[in-house]
């Protein structure tokens, strides 16, 4: 079974600071990992995805994930936060070969001026 | 536009109803899920399917049904047998073949049953 840990249910930082949302999993094979955003009332939109190709993955918005085996973490970082990025974010883990995707409990991100 | 469609946005119902939940996505994709999200307690899988006329439980499908009539669409039933059922729910489709396995999301209905 699968299992998604979110560290911190909510994280400040002030506008133009380092963003980082921890994430960590459990999957008993090579996951695939995905990290989606959420603006309230919303549904969630695709972030990055992790698929068992490079280990740094780039994606919109600035926003980039680092796959560590040794540490079984996929933390999501972007160097500069803006206003914009206020939302939830969500971590989520599938094993190859399944299409169901496990979340965590989402991140909220509050950026302050 | 291709995307995911959820209606209403806002639900709301007496309790002891049943209520029907509309998703309906035109991506051609062959997956398609239920989530209910709650504060702080992430997305919970209800139900999915794979195919037409096939679907199965998620982690928390008491007091729910669904049908899969259709590739297009998947709606979900909140009986009276569902204890909570105030939640924002969330439907998903994704494809079967390829193996990225990413799920694109509909914009949610916010049910509020009293």
């Known amino acids: 079974a699968q299992s998604v840990t979110q560290l911190g249910s909510h994280v400040s930082v002030s506008e133009g600071a380092l963003v980082l949302l921890r994430c960590n999993y459990s999957?008993?094979?090579?996951?695939?990992l995905f990290w989606y955003v959420q603006y309230p009332n919303q549904g969630l939109q695709l972030l990055l995805k992790?698929?068992?190709?490079?280990?740094l993955v780039k994606g919109i918005n600035g926003f980039e994930a680092e796959f560590k085996k040794s540490e079984t973490s996929f933390h999501l970082t972007k160097p500069s936060a803006h206003m914009s990025d206020a939302a939830e974010y969500f971590c989520?883990?599938?094993?190859?070969?399944?299409?169901?995707?496990?979340f965590g409990k989402g991140t909220m991100l509050l950026v302050s001026p | 536009d291709g995307g995911i469609t959820q209606s209403p946005k806002y639900l709301f119902r007496k309790e002891g109803q049943n209520v029907t939940l509309s998703c309906e996505q035109n991506?051609?994709?062959?997956?398609m899920y239920w989530y209910r999200q709650d504060p702080g307690q992430g997305l919970r899988l209800i139900y999915y399917?794979?195919?037409?006329?096939?679907?199965q439980k998620g982690d928390i499908a008491e007091g729910y049904s669904v049908s899969r009539e259709k590739k297009e669409s998947f709606p979900l039933t909140v009986t009276s047998a569902q204890k909570n059922p105030t939640a924002f729910y969330l439907c998903?489709?994704?494809?079967?073949?390829?193996?990225?396995?990413?799920?694109?999301f509909g914009p949610g209905t916010r049910l509020t049953v009293t």
């Open positions: 992790y698929t068992s190709a490079a280990t």
């Open positions: 998903a489709s994704s494809p079967t073949s390829g193996d990225s396995y990413e799920q694109y």
């Open positions: 399917s794979q195919i037409v006329n096939d679907f």
């Open positions: 991506l051609n994709h062959d997956a």
């Open positions: 989520a883990v599938t094993p190859k070969g399944y299409s169901t995707l496990t």
């Open positions: 999957s008993s094979v090579p996951p695939y």
